[in-house]
């Protein structure tokens, strides 16, 4: 099946910094998204973003599709950014299921 | 707007015993999705349905049955609980693919198996 990659496992920031999180996967896909896990394990819907670059506030998204990567930036960090960020791909033939990376454990300071 | 709601949100059981986990959603989606969340891991599929009637297995279906009697409801089933079955579950649903749409996910139950 397909693998998704996260990177960095752990990032721990400042408050006010910018950060980059990285998501390889291994094959062509229809759907990705970007997840945001709260301290209360509520999974929160960043992006829907299969292709191109997109913004929402301090956070924005890309996907190059060709190359098999997404990038999440997110600048200016709140404490309120702390959590888990997940990628999740849709594989061309997976009939609409998801696959999840391991996420990307953040910490900010204040 | 409701979205996805899954119930209960909290759940102990003793191993053997049985239980159903619920999700309903009002957004007329097609599709519906259960998964199970482990510390420190992302989430893997246990069973999904893409329609009325239908169910599939995912990665981890073993251990759960399911069923989607009504369009609005997916039901999750543990027929015999064991305690690797200790788990955050999730319920999703979406319009389905082909369009390309979005995945959206209840709060979570937190199911706890001794």
């Known amino acids: 099946g397909i693998q998704v990659e996260q990177s960095p496992p752990d990032l721990i920031l400042q408050e006010g910094a910018n950060s980059t999180l990285r998501c390889n996967f291994s094959d062509s896909v229809n759907n990705l998204q970007w997840f945001h896990q709260n301290p209360w394990g509520q999974l929160i819907n960043l992006f829907y973003i299969p292709s191109g670059t997109k913004q929402n506030g301090r956070l924005s998204a890309t996907t190059v599709a060709t190359e098999r990567y997404s990038l999440l930036y997110i600048s200016s960090s709140q404490t309120t950014d702390s959590g888990v960020y997940f990628c999740?791909?849709?594989?061309?033939?997976?009939?609409?299921?998801?696959?999840f990376g391991e996420g990307t454990q953040l910490t900010v300071n204040p | 707007n409701a979205g996805v709601t899954q119930t209960p949100k909290f759940r102990v059981l003793k191993t053997g015993q049985s239980m159903t986990l619920l999700c309903a959603q009002d957004?007329?989606?097609?599709?519906m999705y259960w998964y199970r969340q482990d510390p420190g891991m992302g989430l893997r599929l246990i069973h999904y349905?893409?329609?009325?009637?239908?169910?599939a297995k995912g990665e981890v279906p073993d251990g759960y049955n399911v069923s989607r009697l009504k369009k609005q409801n997916f039901l999750l089933g543990l027929e015999s609980a064991a305690p690797s079955q200790t788990s955050v579950y999730f319920c999703?649903?979406?319009?389905?693919?082909?369009?390309?749409?979005?995945?959206?996910f209840g709060d979570g139950t937190r199911l706890s198996i001794l």
């Open positions: 957004m007329n989606h097609e599709y």
């Open positions: 999703a649903s979406s319009y389905g693919t082909g369009d390309r749409q979005p995945q959206h």
């Open positions: 999740a791909v849709e594989p061309w033939d997976s009939g609409s299921r998801l696959t």
């Open positions: 349905s893409v329609g009325e009637g239908t169910t």
